[in-house]
């Protein structure tokens, strides 16, 4: 597998940054238009000076005045849902600011950089980046804007370390999977193949649509015109999960318990919470556009839609910590920052959690019904404990693969906190993340922020350092003899991490079914009972998982700009299907 390294990467990577540790300030910042055409925009290809100006104070120019008058949409926060949303809606000619409480881009899906290592602050197992089908929605999203990422192809997804010394590499190649899996349950062969047969029917229906708003009547009219068959699969197994799909096939309650560690390495929650659709998409997009690793870290993806959002000539600014949305006669027209500030706009998107949006940012007397709905069915999946480690490279034995999850002696721990282990040493992919002779481990491990919170400052550092060498010491009894010795760096970031630097509610994940769902049924889209108002990212359909907010992004900007006339629209189809969408949520 070659390692598609341009001499640029190493001179980018060394570019220089704002420290993780730094806190937002509460005042605004521009980042205004670079003035150059893109010549690609990732952290691998832009010029150092493109790179640093989105991440350095070169970039933040002013307190920022709203000089430019109304926009068309405010978008409030930089994930990947957030930032999809801006540039897809920058691309069909609107005008989009960007608000986002960090000093950087990229939320969950950002990074930072410690003594010469790039560490990705979130997963790194990249879906949707290939160069095929509909469903490489990283890729799309980055080429509306005129981007193109370096990817170095991952030959496997996961290698998975299960109780009674199961091991299972997920191979890129789908037959090779299905041949290793079937060589540990030989008697399950049959059901093996109809459970991957049935995931493999929805991704092709899936992969068959062209992927824009299921809220926008036209659109979804028109693809069931097209596309009858593969409309009528998907809304078959829109409401199912799939455990329940997986019990039809398999008996042997050891393959069951493997799929339940599929689900929950994308999900949280096991197969018979996770909805079929979501199962189907990670588990054949995995070998039909494979796992692609950005060259340069994952924080590459949202720099450059960044900078690709600016070069449309909309503008994000940083520091912008949003605290109310302002509305007039009940409809959104714009948003207030923590310094007073105010912005207008004809529509605003928000890209907190949806906990966040109704419980902090919108000042209503009551929650509307839609969101009662949404938090009876939905809580907060648990946050994480993450330990990001240098290492010397000796303590890894050669061909370690890239991913690997880890339980080992009892399945009832999956879901438990502190139960299982998720590996990513993404320098087995890109080595220039690490200085020469060194690599990246990023462990991390369910937690939820009740364990952390309340503690005097020293308990806290302690319980850090005592959870995180614990984690660390199973890792070396099962995989990496010696790993405690090869440390030269340690971060450890808990659920008040995650809350305090990536703005999301008590640290979480995402929404996690209360109960076992009806599929994705119950699932928002991104229209709120709010006028004017929508929401994209992890809260709203179809969830957790950066390829997953990507679409919520493409969804909700083809919706928004109907709204706002840049996009066909039919008022009176609108008002009907919006209608019918909200009552089939109160089914679920
Ligand atoms: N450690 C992890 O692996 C981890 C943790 C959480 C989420 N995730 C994943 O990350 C993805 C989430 O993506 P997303 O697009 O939904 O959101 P996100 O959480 O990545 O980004 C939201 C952004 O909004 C900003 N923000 C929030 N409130 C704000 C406010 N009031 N004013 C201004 N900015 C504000 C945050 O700073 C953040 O940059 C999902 O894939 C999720 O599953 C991963
Ligand atoms: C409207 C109605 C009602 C009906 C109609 C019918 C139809 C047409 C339908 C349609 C549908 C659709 C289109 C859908 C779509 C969907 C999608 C796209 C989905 C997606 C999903 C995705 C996902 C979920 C993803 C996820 C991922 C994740 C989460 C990841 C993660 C990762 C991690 C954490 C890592 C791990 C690590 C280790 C192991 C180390």
Redesign the pocket.
């Known amino acids: 597998m070659p390692l598609l390294l341009s001499p640029l990467v190493a001179r980018t990577l060394h570019a220089p940054l704002l420290p993780a540790s730094a806190s937002a300030a509460p005042h605004t910042s521009r980042l205004r238009a670079l003035g150059s055409k893109p010549r690609g925009c990732s952290l691998a290809v832009v010029s150092e000076k493109q790179a640093a100006a989105v991440v350095t104070e070169k970039s933040l120019v002013g307190e920022g005045s709203d000089e430019g008058g109304r926009y068309d949409a405010i978008v409030?926060?930089?994930?990947?849902?957030?930032m999809v949303a801006a540039t897809q809606l920058a691309a069909k000619g609107a005008r989009v600011l960007v608000?986002?409480?960090?000093i950087i881009?990229?939320?969950?899906?950002?990074y930072y950089r410690r003594d010469g290592f790039t560490f990705d602050?979130?997963?790194s197992v990249m879906f949707g980046f290939s160069d095929k089908g509909n469903l490489n929605l990283i890729t799309r999203a980055l080429a509306a804007v005129g981007c193109k990422m370096e990817v170095i192809a991952d030959p496997s997804t996961v290698h998975f370390h299960l109780p009674g010394d199961l091991s299972v590499l997920v191979h890129r190649e789908y037959d090779d999977f299905v041949k290793e899996l079937v060589s540990k349950f030989p008697h399950e062969k049959q059901g093996i193949l109809k459970f991957y047969g049935i995931c493999w029917k929805i991704f092709n229906s899936l992969n068959s649509l062209e992927l824009k708003s299921l809220e926008e009547p036209l659109y979804l009219f028109g693809q069931f015109f097209k596309k009858p068959l593969e409309c009528l699969t998907l809304a078959y197994y829109l409401p199912q999960n799939a455990g329940d799909i997986a019990r039809k096939f398999i008996k042997d309650q050891q393959l069951l318990s493997f799929i339940d560690a599929e689900c929950f390495i994308v999900s949280t929650v096991n197969a018979l919470k996770t909805p079929m659709i979501n199962a189907s998409m990670v588990l054949c997009d995995r070998h039909y556009g494979g796992i692609n690793y950005p060259v340069g870290g994952v924080g590459g993806i949202a720099v450059a839609l960044a900078n690709g959002l600016v070069e449309k000539g909309s503008e994000i600014r940083y520091k912008?910590?949003?605290?109310n949305v302002i509305l007039e006669k009940g409809k959104a027209v714009g948003v207030k920052l923590s310094n007073g500030k105010e912005f207008f706009a004809k529509t605003v998107i928000s890209?907190?959690?949806r906990w966040?949006t109704f419980g902090?940012?919108v000042k209503v007397e009551e929650l509307p019904e839609e969101e009662k709905n949404f938090q009876k069915n939905y809580v907060k999946a648990p946050?994480?404990l993450?330990i990001h480690l240098g290492v010397k490279a000796s303590v890894l034995p050669a061909g370690t693969d890239c991913h690997h999850f880890v339980l080992e002696d009892d399945w009832s721990n999956l879901e438990k906190p502190y139960g299982s282990i998720f590996l990513s040493i993404p320098t087995v992919l890109d080595p220039s993340l690490a200085p020469e002779g060194h690599h990246i481990l990023h462990i991390?491990t369910t937690a939820g922020i009740e364990d952390w919170e309340g503690l005097p400052r020293k308990d806290y550092e302690q319980k850090k350092e005592l959870v995180a060498n614990e984690i660390i010491q199973r890792l070396e009894k099962k995989l990496f003899p010696g790993l405690q010795d090869s440390i030269v760096l340690k971060e450890v970031g808990s659920p008040k991490t995650?809350r305090r630097f990536?703005?999301?509610n008590d640290g979480?994940?995402?929404p996690m079914p209360r109960d076992k769902p009806k599929g994705l049924l119950a699932m928002p889209f991104n229209t709120t009972s709010i006028d004017g108002l929508y929401c994209?990212?992890?809260?709203c359909f179809p969830g957790?998982?950066?390829i997953?907010?990507a679409f919520?992004?493409v969804m909700c900007a083809h919706r928004v700009a109907a709204d706002i006339d840049l996009e066909q629209r039919s008022p009176i189809l609108d008002t009907g299907l919006l209608g019918v969408l909200r009552w089939f949520r109160t089914l679920a």
């Open positions: 409030v926060g930089s994930g990947i849902g957030g608000l986002e409480k960090y881009p990229g939320g969950s899906s950002g602050v979130g997963s912008a910590n949003v605290t890209n907190a959690t966040d902090k940012l946050s994480f993450s991390f995650h990536l703005a999301r979480t994940y995402g994209v990212g992890d809260s957790q998982g950066v997953a907010v919520s992004g």
